[in-house]
């Protein structure tokens, strides 16, 4: 058996998945809803809950779902890049042995029941365009990075796409395609380099108005895709240029995180 000396823990954080909370705000006749799936975790200044076994640090799993739900009835959800901060600064303040907090949370897409042209003032549907979400990670002491997405985006163009003069060798059997269809699933993850002032839902918008205007383009004539890459790539500048928070660290591609899967 080894000893403790000679074994390194590399991670020890710990916490509480998949919290389910539907708040609602209710304005006279007119109802807000916000459903969210948090996760939480912590990373303690001491490791002897590994080492030892010894758990007087440990906040339960449990108790980290039930602070979800009571900060967010003591604050509210303004936005979940908003309630993600609270809920870090909260576990790193409450509790002086925490040193690092670890909090994801993703918001599922509720929209009005429209009637007559008319929005309904309680009834919803869900409308499953994509998956919302952010990451907020604070040290003590720290100032809170903060990023956010989105998931699940599924779009397709039937023309206005070709794959041509890729490699052509032993292993190749696809022909050039001149035109052809072009469906993906789009996940994109971003970073803040500042949230001084920043409107996060205006935010989100702006990342997910350019990948959509960058793959579909003109809605009378439509948008050239020469390649995923090419389009990639412009997706990434407009978000960029509509966005000047958004925060890459050095290559586009490597730190936007806008995956296309065929």
Not at 55 to 63: E, L, P, R
Not at 198 to 211: F, G, M, Q, R, T
Request: hydrophobic share 35%.
């Amino acid at each position: 058996m080894l000893s403790d000396h000679e074994v390194q823990i590399a991670d020890s954080d710990y916490g509480k998945n998949y919290v389910k909370l539907l708040k609602v705000r209710r304005e006279g006749r007119v109802h807000h809803v916000q459903e969210l799936e948090i996760n939480t975790a912590l990373t303690l200044s001491s490791k002897k809950d590994y080492l030892r076994g010894d758990n007087t640090d440990v906040i339960a799993t449990d108790s980290q779902k039930n602070t979800c739900y009571i900060l967010a009835k003591q604050n509210g959800i303004d936005t979940i890049e908003v309630f993600a901060q609270i809920l870090a600064n909260h576990f790193l303040t409450k509790y002086p042995w925490v040193v690092k907090a670890n909090i994801h949370i993703e918001q599922a897409p509720w929209k009005r029941i429209q009637q007559g042209g008319r929005e309904h003032v309680h009834a919803f549907i869900s409308s499953p365009e994509c998956i919302r979400f952010c990451d907020v990670i604070q040290e003590k002491h720290g100032v809170p990075k903060v990023s956010a997405g989105l998931k699940g985006m599924k779009i397709l163009k039937t023309t206005a796409s070709s794959f041509v003069n890729f490699v052509d060798d032993e292993y190749r059997i696809l022909p050039d395609m001149s035109d052809r269809i072009f469906c993906t699933v789009v996940q994109a993850k971003w970073d803040y380099s500042t949230t001084e002032g920043l409107a996060y839902c205006n935010s989100w918008s702006a990342v997910k108005s350019a990948i959509l205007d960058k793959f579909a383009g003109p809605p009378d004539q439509g948008l050239f895709s020469p390649s995923v890459q090419h389009t990639l790539y412009l997706a990434q500048k407009q978000a960029l240029s509509k966005v000047p928070q958004v925060y890459l660290k050095s290559v586009l591609s490597e730190q936007f995180h806008l995956q296309y899967i065929e």
